[in-house]
């Protein structure tokens, strides 16, 4: 609750006092009314191929999922994740009750949801490395990205090597799985429920069906994670572009460097999905990287760079929660994926299995 309060009051804060002193929101939409018919086509195609990027990623890492299955289960937990405080935990539970409903064991649920975490974590803090990367061959790099950019690579770095020890043998799994399991008992005390105990042995099972997933399927799930990140900058990109930021003005690698960097505050606990936070990090990064270079008054680009960013908010957040709507309707209505319970496979030992 008092998460909710916060958020309702920070959004406000952004959206009633600070954005409009930005750009009022009658230049903002006098902006976004001048776009074409075959501009707001091609913005909106660019949306929706971002949306069947996710599904194809989550296919790749559940076997026997379909594209039709994969849209309602991303699209109801993406809209409860972006519209509670804290709906991350709510959206799971929901998201594993689907894929219960259909048959899918809690094995196959819980490789889903790590990989695709995981992968997408990976994708996000190295996106900002490359952003850098490519904004220094083009002479376009400033000293204000260096700082941001190695503390992802760190982290990525650290994150890559604990999977990695996790994947090289067993009793690094095991050691993981018991000091995060010490830690969780640990919380789990101050509400007086008892330790967990298992986790050492299910994060070894979990190593076993990752392996397995992962040489069967990690050229499609590294292809499709990357896909639907690219996709995704490419509809800021074009809402950039059909509101009359040019690339003389900001160029394609400086939109990918402040997207890289506002895609990490996405996963700010504060507000749903990072609401308010993201769009001031990708109003006042544009801004920045375009301000010396604009064609038109400052009041101006000031305008196209917000009408751009609230566009694309729109259209990849405020759209997917109505659409996450319709998609819990078609779950709790449809009966043709609905299967009986499955029982849970057995993890055997194989001799001569990684160790």
């Given amino acids: 609750m008092i998460q909710a ?49 996710y599904w194809w990623q989550m296919q790749a890492a559940m076997p026997g999922l379909t594209l039709g299955q994969a849209a309602v289960n991303n699209q109801t937990g993406t809209t409860i994740s972006n519209l509670v405080p804290g709906g991350g935990a709510v959206a799971i539970g929901v998201v594993v009750a689907m894929f219960r409903s259909w048959g899918f064991t809690g094995s ?106 992962i040489e069967r399927r990690w050229i499609q799930l590294t292809l499709t994670t990357i896909l639907s990140h690219l996709a995704l900058y490419l509809v800021l990109l074009l809402a950039l572009r059909h509101v009359g930021v040019s690339e003389q003005e900001i160029s394609w690698a400086q939109v990918l460097a402040v997207f890289a960097f506002a895609r990490l505050l996405s996963a700010a606990p504060i507000t749903p999905g990072g609401v308010g936070f993201v769009e001031l990090a990708l109003i006042g990064g544009l801004y920045a990287a375009g301000r010396h270079h604009a064609d038109v008054s400052l009041t101006e680009f000031k305008a196209q760079i917000t009408a751009a960013t609230l566009l694309f908010r729109t259209l990849t957040y405020g759209i997917q929660i109505p659409l996450g709507g319709f998609t819990y309707v078609i779950w709790r209505r449809s009966k043709r994926w609905l299967r009986g319970p499955v029982a849970e496979p057995t993890v055997l030992a194989l001799q001569g299995a990684p160790s």
């Fill in 108 to 213: 196959e649920i819980a490789l889903l949801i790590s990989t695709t975490g995981v992968w997408n974590s990976f994708m996000k803090l190295a996106m900002p490395v490359i952003a850098l990367a490519l904004l220094a061959i083009t002479g376009q790099a400033t000293a204000a990205l260096l700082a941001p950019a190695l503390i992802g690579l760190v982290i990525l770095a650290g994150a890559v090597f604990v999977f990695a020890l996790m994947l090289w043998r067993k009793r690094f799994a095991r050691a993981i799985g018991d000091g995060l399991g010490r830690a969780w008992s640990w919380l789990r005390r101050l509400t007086r429920r008892p330790p967990v105990t298992s986790w050492g042995e299910g994060a070894v099972r979990f190593r076993t069906q990752t392996i397995s997933l």
């Fill in 5 to 53: 309060v916060i958020s309702v009051a920070v959004v406000v804060v952004i959206f009633a006092l600070i954005l409009p002193k930005i750009a009022s929101y009658s230049s903002v939409w006098h902006t976004l009314t001048r776009l074409t018919w075959l501009e707001l086509v091609t913005v909106i195609a660019a949306t929706i191929f971002n949306l069947f990027t």
